[in-house]
């Protein structure tokens, strides 16, 4: 069976007390809920990872990163790398955000070098990819996904993608409060199992978790998550409200 999942990412935001904070109101919130085969992720910025895995410890709740270098280590200025990540207790690192391909080019053959950096280090990662709109006005959206998983994943290994958690985050959806519909989501991760059972098997493609991403909602979540190639969401701006997030992890 496929695993659920639920994961906020915050983007650039939350200091280390807002972090803490947020961490605690959710562990409160979660408490009484099953979450049976079901995963709840949260993603502070690097500065607040040490204090939010303090936070979260003895509860459902994961922290992750929310991006990665591929390089060991050496002159990066700025930049972070697996092992550092991995000293501090991180498992899963978000990548590929659409942020990160806009604001700081990164692209499906950079992701490729940071993916291969995940594998090796042991670690997993939320690949994060999607169509922009002019992508989707011009009925590109299909082929744009599926060069984007070609380019980025499909030199993996079969054995690798136990390490991949897809998320699929059509541009046009995310922070602009416009969602994919539950069928035009459904329909997107329906294709990309296909083209991962073509390319590898149905082993494969049935075991990978795929997650929505783009203005999910309290109020829209259910609806999105009833569809049976949506394994859950990746979140943003209410992921910053405990209330918010809550009531989406509830309707998982
Ligand atoms: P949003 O962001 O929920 O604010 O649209 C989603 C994301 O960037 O992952």
Known sequence: MRTKIVAGNWKMNNNKKESKQLIKDL????????????????????????????????SKIEVVAQNMHQAKNGAYTGEISADMLKAIGIKTVILGHSERRTYFNETDESLAKKVDAIIENELETIFCFGELLEDRKSENHFAVVESQLKNALFHLEAGAWKSIILAYEPVWAIGTGETASAEQAQE???FIRSIIEKKYNKEVADEVSILYGGSVKPANAEEIFSKPDVDGGLIGGAALNVDDFTGIIKAI
């Open 188 to 190: 997107m991760h329906a």
């Open 27 to 58: 562990k409160k919130s979660i408490k009484k809920e099953k979450l049976e085969n079901t995963r709840v992720i949260v993603a502070p910025t690097f500065v607040n990872l040490s204090s939010s895995l303090k936070a979260a410890k003895y």
